[in-house]
């Protein structure tokens, strides 16, 4: 991929994004931005980049929380900062985030292995599972957190253990 491609397919997505401000949720307007076709061919190799771009935002933000409380020393969790890594991402690119979770409700076959691995970072960047665990009970834990993040403001008590009431029931 030349320069000029990837600053063409950089712009499409730009300007399918502003486009999906209007309605997130909605159908993704693919087919109202110019070149769209041309650069990606279909929605779902547009949402796969689409989320490529959602993991690079998110991977720094782990990169520099998780870094940050390293320097502190810990316990070897970070909940905290990844809990404020994601809703700090999902914050700022809240029509990204709402357009790739429509995503994967219209497309699952296509988008649902990029959300599970979404889920499998999550998880082990916390510290709630561990590498070693199979990669479906990594990304259920790590669905099970983005569900709490999702549910509300920070929590004021410990979130590991309520992950852990939250989890309970499905074991």
Known sequence: MSWDDFYRRRD?????LRRAR???AGPLPFAEVPGATGMFGTETDLLLALHHRWSLLLAGRLRA???DAADVGGDGTHVDEVSRAWR???EQHSTLRAVLDAGVGRYPAELLPVHEAEHRMLALAAGLAEPGEPAAETARIGGAFVALLRAGPAPRRNPVGQLLRRLT???
């Open 12 to 16: 499409v997505m730009d300007a399918v």
């Open 65 to 67: 929380a998780i870094g």
């Open 22 to 24: 209007r309605d997130p």
């Open 88 to 90: 700090a991402t999902a």
């Open 169 to 171: 029931p499905s074991v």
